[in-house]
């Protein structure tokens, strides 16, 4: 009999679990007003280059996709299309964008679905959420035939940091002629061992994260995520205090920003895409030269992902920064230098 009531029990809270997980459209109406979005955000210490062009994409499924662009002063050399890592947004790249403006590139950004200022999938904005990593791709190719195409000058080269990276390379290989060149910045390749997935294997990944999904906490945090903390820095990310200080000031600006850890179902489709992008026959479709940039203190992601991966594309020239954390864009200021030295050679540029 008591067998019988646990079982009840068990089943009553799946069914509750299940039935309280929210849907795109109850996302969409619990979001902000367009006109949040429709701008770019500054701080009393950081200005975004002028002349951004801010541009709201709908979807399919009538999620906002907030794009910005910017032409350079100069004879525009191309277009680089800067992708965000996990919980990132395009104001945190500021200094970024102003690198590649000076060399006279243009620069196309947008936020990915789930982060930023683009719509949210679940009622909890803090959460990291997505149904599948290939609804990113589905994403970052309307932004390249609505926007891209049509209203940038060619050619056209894709740069990731992180998550960023991941799904870049996941385009070059369901994409292989969009693209002329791709920078990736300690692209997801992999976990570091030392950081919350990366101490177990895939397969149990994989295994926790479905049976997680199946009893209803899809949208629930993952074990060992967290909210977000303003004043919080993972291990690893970096060792510029200043610039990370800095660009906490976004979060006072504009509370929506901030996000916190993962939820299961992000885990487990995260797991699955880094499964597909690194089969070898499909590291073999990339006709795009990668300039891959690996930090040596990363403690995010496993720079040793980096090394493998490089064994096996020879389209790939992987440059090691050894006293680099995770964030080699916005980390001290001769890692930076170093690796827009790397870059301009790699871009041809004099």
């Known amino acids: 009999m008591i067998f019988f009531i646990l079982l009840f029990l068990a089943g009553a809270i799946v069914f509750y679990k299940h039935v309280r997980q929210s849907s795109i459209a109850e996302a969409i109406a619990a979001d902000i007003p367009n006109a949040q979005r429709n701008r770019l955000l500054a701080t009393d210490k950081i200005k975004m280059p002028e002349g951004g062009i801010v541009e709201v994409l709908t979807t399919e499924e009538k999620l906002e996709l907030r794009t910005t662009r910017w032409m350079p002063n ?70 390249y035939q609505k926007i891209l195409i049509p209203k940038m000058p060619a050619p056209y080269h894709i740069m990731g940091h992180s998550m960023g990276g991941h799904l870049a390379f996941r385009i070059l290989q369901e994409f292989p002629t969009h693209y002329t060149k791709a920078i990736l910045c300690a692209p997801f390749f992999g976990w570091s061992p030392n950081f919350g997935a990366g101490k177990l294997n895939a397969t149990v990944v994989l295994l926790l994260s479905n049976l997680m999904k199946a009893i209803g906490y899809s949208q629930d945090y993952a074990y060992g995520a967290t909210p977000p903390s303003l004043n919080k820095t993972l291990p690893g990310q970096t060792s510029d205090r200043v610039r990370f200080q800095r660009r906490v000031t976004f979060y006072e600006v504009e509370p929506h920003l901030l996000m916190g850890g993962p939820t299961w179902n992000w885990i487990l489709e995260s797991t699955k895409s880094l499964q597909l992008i690194l089969q070898a026959k499909r590291i073999a479709t990339i006709q795009t030269p990668i300039l891959l940039a690996s930090g040596g203190k990363d403690e995010i992601v496993d720079p040793q992902s980096h090394h493998r991966i490089n064994e096996i594309s020879n389209k790939i020239t992987l440059v090691d920064f050894p006293t680099s954390m995770h964030e080699i864009l916005m980390e001290q200021d001769d890692i930076r230098t170093a690796f827009w030295k790397e870059f301009d050679q790699f871009m041809d540029l004099p």
Do not use: M, N
């Open 74 to 143: 100069g004879l525009p050399k191309g277009t680089i299309l800067l992708c965000q890592g996990y919980t990132e947004f395009l104001e945190k790249y500021d200094e970024v964008l102003q690198e590649l403006l000076d060399r006279e590139f243009a620069v196309l950004t947008f936020d990915w679905r789930g982060q930023g200022l683009s719509s949210r999938l679940i009622k909890d904005p803090q959460k990291g959420h997505i149904t599948s990593f290939a609804d990113f791709i589905k994403d970052a190719e309307l932004i």
